[in-house]
C-alpha cells in the first residue's frame, strides 16, 4: 500500500507511464521528479549520536593495524538517496584482507570523496566490511522505497566506509529488504558473494532463469563464499554443476546440489575433467594456473563463456599508477579476449557490482528456499580481529559473519 501510493502520485506527477519496475527502480536510485534538497534534519532517533562505535585502520598492514574505538565520526547523509543503517550483522570476504593490506589503495581513492581527502590528506581512518544487514534508522529526503524502521541488507561498495560499525551510510540502489525468512546474522552472510555471483553469471555471462536449463556449469572454488551461492543460484535455474573443491568439502558441495564434485587435491583436475562432458559455462573464483588450461573445457563455437573473478585490474592501478594502469588493463583483457575468441569461447572478467534490484531477486531465490545463507562461524564485535585471521588462513566453508548489534 506504501509503495502503491507513492507510485500513483509520482505517475500523476511525471504525466509519463512507467512500468511498476521501472518505476520503483527510478524512485531507488533517487531519480525523483520533485527537485531534491541535498541534506536533511537528522531526526530524534539519530540526534543523540555524534560518535559511534567502528573497528577502523589508519595505515595498512597486517593484523595489528585493526583498531576498535568508541570515537568514529557518526555517519551523515551527503545526498538525499542515501540512508544510514544501524548494523546488526556484517561479514568479511578476501577483499578486506586485502584492503586491509592496502590493495586498490589507488583506485579505490580515485572514487572516494575528494573533500575528505584534501582534508586529511589520506583515505584514514577506513572502516572495512562491505555486508550489512540491519534497521534503517534515518532515510534521505528522495528515499521513498525505503523507510526508518526498515530491516535491509546489502553490500556496500569498496570505495565507501565499510560495516564493522555501529552504522553505515548506504545509497537507496545499493539496498534490498531483507528476507523475512533470515536472521541478520544469516542475511550478512550474502549480499556481496551473491552481487558478485549475480554479475558473473547473470550480467557478465548472460545466464538467467529461462536459458539456463541442461547447461553444463563447472565451478572453481566451489566451497568458498562465491561458490557455495553460485552453485545454489545455477541449480535454482535448472543447470548441471560440477564443483571443484577439496574433498572435505564435498559433502558441503553436494547439500548445496552439485552434481559432480572434483577434488582438485587428489590429483591433477584436467585428468578428471576429460572424463567428463564439456562445459557451457565456467566461473573461476580460484584464477591463476586455472586460468591457463580450464577453458579448454568449454564448448567450442556454441557461445561458452570462461568467467574469471580473479584480475589484476586494482592491482596494476596499485603498481603502475592510475594512467598506466588502466591502460595496461585494457591490454591485457583485450589480449585474451582476441585469443580466446579464436579458439571459439568466451572469455570475460567479472566484478562485484553493487545492486539494490539485483538483491530482491536474490531475496525472492531465498524466500523461495532455493538459496540458503552458508554461515561457516560468527565471531562477537570484540573478535573482528580474530575473524580476518580466520579468513586469512583461507580454506573457506562459505561465510564469516560478525555480530556486531552484540557488542561484547
Ligand atoms: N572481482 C571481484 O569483484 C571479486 C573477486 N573475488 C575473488 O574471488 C575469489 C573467491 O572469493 P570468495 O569465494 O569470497 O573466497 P573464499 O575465501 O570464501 O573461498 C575461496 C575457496 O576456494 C577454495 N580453493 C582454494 N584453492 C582452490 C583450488 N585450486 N581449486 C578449488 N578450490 C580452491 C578454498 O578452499 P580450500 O583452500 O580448502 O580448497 C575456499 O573454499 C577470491 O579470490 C576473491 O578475491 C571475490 C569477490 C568479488
Known sequence: MYLKMHLLSRRAYSGLLFSQGSMATCLRRGKSLIKPRLCRNISLSCQRYTVMTSWIIERYGRNDVLRFTNNMMFPVIHFPNEVIIKVHAASLNPIDVNMRNGYGAAALNMKRDPLKLKSTGNEFPLTLGRDVS??????????????????????????????????????????????????????????????????AMNQIGGLNQDNCSGKRILIFGASGGVGTFAIQLMKAWGGHVTAVCSQDASTLVKKLGADDVIDYKSGDVAEQLKMLPLFDFILDNVGGPTEKWSPDFLKKWSGATYVTLVTPFLLNVDRLGVADGMLQTGVTIGTKTVKHLCKGI???????????????????????????????QVFSFSEVPKAFLKLEGGRARGKTVINVINKK
Open 134 to 199: 540491519g534497521v534503517i534508522m534515518e532515510c534521505g529526503l528522495n528515499v521513498s522505497y525505503f523507510k526508518p524502521g526498515d530491516e535491509v541488507w546489502a553490500a556496500i561498495p569498496p570505495w565507501k566506509q565499510g560495516t564493522i560499525s555501529e552504522f553505515v551510510v548506504a545509497s537507496g540502489n545499493e539496498i534490498s529488504h531483507k528476507p523475512k525468512c533470515l536472521s541478520h546474522m544469516e542475511a550478512a552472510s550474502l549480499p556481496y558473494v551473491g552481487l558478485t555471483a549475480w554479475s
Open 346 to 376: 568466451h572469455y570475460r572478467w567479472a566484478f562485484f557490482t553493487p545492486s539494490g534490484q539485483s538483491l530482491d531477486e536474490i531475496a525472492k531465490l531465498v524466500e523461495s528456499g532455493k538459496i540458503h545463507p552458508v554461515v561457516e
